[in-house]
């Protein structure tokens, strides 16, 4: 179990309660669980994919969710999911951890 974050921007409000059902908004569109079991996870992260695929989202004006945990197996100890525009990897620069935009 580690720490999870979702940071939502621009979504329908069914994401919010989904969300908000299994993490803590701490911001407004920001939910935070810091036991959040990797298959718990998993199955958040499905279904938002799922929905977000069914809106036909991802144009620029389209929004975008992001989720991060820790993974010790990762660079930097931190593992980045993301929908919408523009998608975000983590690479590491001469020991650097850098969020950049996907290709």
Do not use: H
């Amino acid at each position: 179990m580690s720490f999870t974050v979702v940071i939502t921007r621009d979504v329908e409000d069914r994401f919010r309660g989904f969300l908000a059902s299994a993490m803590q908004e701490v911001a407004p569109g920001t939910y935070v669980n810091p036991k959040l079991s990797p298959a718990v996870r998993d199955r958040i992260w499905i279904v938002m994919e799922d929905w977000f695929q069914a809106r036909g989202r991802g144009g620029a004006s389209g929004g975008s969710i992001l989720m991060a945990w820790g993974d010790n197996a990762q660079i930097g100890g931190l593992c980045l999911k993301s929908l919408g525009l523009p998608a975000r990897t983590l690479s590491e620069v001469d020991g650097l951890l850098l969020v950049c935009r996907a290709p």
